[in-house]
């Protein structure tokens, strides 16, 4: 099933309906994916400032992805935008690396 998305904070929507789907209490999702219950209360609730790479392994220990509607003039575009992230991302690794910053999560 797909549903529109409309505003940023209807994620925890999907994600609070999805867990209890599965029968899952917030601390054993939050447990079974790896992230903690204070993490977890606050993407359901909605909260502003939730990080990127701990939402997406929420929602795939869910079983939820995001698709996105992408207008056709755009599509074309996308790869060459990827590849263009995937440098900057090279970038940061390298320059934390060099500076002796680990990766913290």
């Known amino acids: 099933m797909q549903l529109t998305l409309t505003e940023p904070g ?6 609070r309906a999805a867990r209890k789907a599965q029968g899952l209490r917030q601390d054993d999702a939050a447990g079974a994916i790896g ?6 209360v606050r993407v359901e609730n909605g909260a502003e400032g939730i990080q990127w ?3 997406f392994q929420v929602l795939d220990g869910l079983g939820l992805r995001v698709v996105v ?3 056709e003039a755009a599509a ?11 440098q900057r991302q ?13 990766e913290h999560g």
């Open 53 to 55: 790479g701990k939402l």
């Open 10 to 15: 209807e994620i925890g929507a999907f994600v």
């Open 76 to 86: 074309p575009l996308v790869e060459a935008e990827r590849a263009k992230l995937g």
């Open 69 to 71: 509607d992408m207008p």
């Open 35 to 40: 992230v903690s219950e204070n993490f977890m």
């Open 90 to 102: 090279a970038r940061s690794r390298n320059r934390r690396a060099a500076t002796g910053g680990g």
